[in-house]
């Protein structure tokens, strides 16, 4: 089953209002990646946190990884059209001596200029 | 560099029919993948590979199978197409670190089987 839950799944906005996608693992995670994904187009990468407590921002991006490495966010303030898409998390599990990167379903954001 | 590039764009099979979707990267990338993306669903794991020569499943391989004989390419093959395998499929590489690196992703071929 799923073990990288990502909620909510759809968001809608008016342009100039923030926005926050939440990633949650049952399990500890190595690092946890997120991508955005533009409507008809491909994943792109965006940014990777390794470090309990990480935070990271790109201009209005933020990106948070959780102390106990479990949960991670992505918080955009004051919307723009061009944020729209959907974003997803990734989260590398270590499991017997193996890795596995799980992707959550993602969650899609619109914006309403 | 043209990145990861994936043939064809778009197909349309029949139920029973095989097709290979091609994937080729530039980058020198050890590590390539193969996804399929179901409507409202993430990104799941067909098959992998860490090397010219070494493939393994991923985690929805059942239909599928995959060839790494060049670095470059990762061709993935459908040998008979069923309904449930409609979906976008994505190959992505990565550079030595596999997961623990950025994932590059191709364009996507949109399949439909009808």
């Known amino acids: 089953g799923q073990q990288v839950m990502q909620i909510p799944q759809y968001q809608h906005v008016q342009e100039g209002e923030d926005f926050t996608t939440y990633c949650n693992s049952s399990?500890?995670?190595?690092?946890i990646q997120w991508y955005k994904q533009r409507p008809g187009g491909h994943p792109v990468f965006l940014i990777q946190?390794?470090?309990?407590?990480e935070v990271k921002k790109q201009k209005r991006l933020t990106f948070q990884f959780g102390e106990a490495k479990k949960n991670s966010s992505l918080h955009i303030t004051a919307t723009q059209t061009t944020d729209v898409g959907t974003y997803f998390c990734a989260g590398l599990r270590t499991q017997g001596g193996s890795e596995k990167l799980v992707f959550g379903k993602g969650t899609k954001l619109t914006v309403n200029p | 560099n043209a990145g990861v590039t994936q043939t064809p764009k778009f197909r349309i099979l029949k139920i029973g029919q095989s097709m290979t979707l091609q994937c080729t990267q530039d980058?020198?990338?050890?590590?390539m993948y193969w996804y399929r993306q179901d409507p409202g669903m993430g990104l799941k794991l067909i098959y992998y590979?860490?090397?010219?020569?070494?493939?393994d499943k991923g985690e929805v391989p059942n239909g599928y199978n995959v060839s790494r004989s060049t670095t470059e390419d990762f061709p993935l093959r459908l040998e008979l197409a069923a309904p449930s395998q409609t979906s976008v499929y994505f190959c992505a590489s990565s550079p030595p670190g596999g997961r623990r690196e950025t994932q590059y992703f191709g364009p996507g071929t949109r399949l439909l089987v009808l």
């Open positions: 399990t500890t995670l190595s690092n």
């Open positions: 946190l390794v470090k309990s407590g």
């Open positions: 590979s860490v090397g010219a020569g070494i493939t």
């Open positions: 980058m020198n990338h050890n590590y």
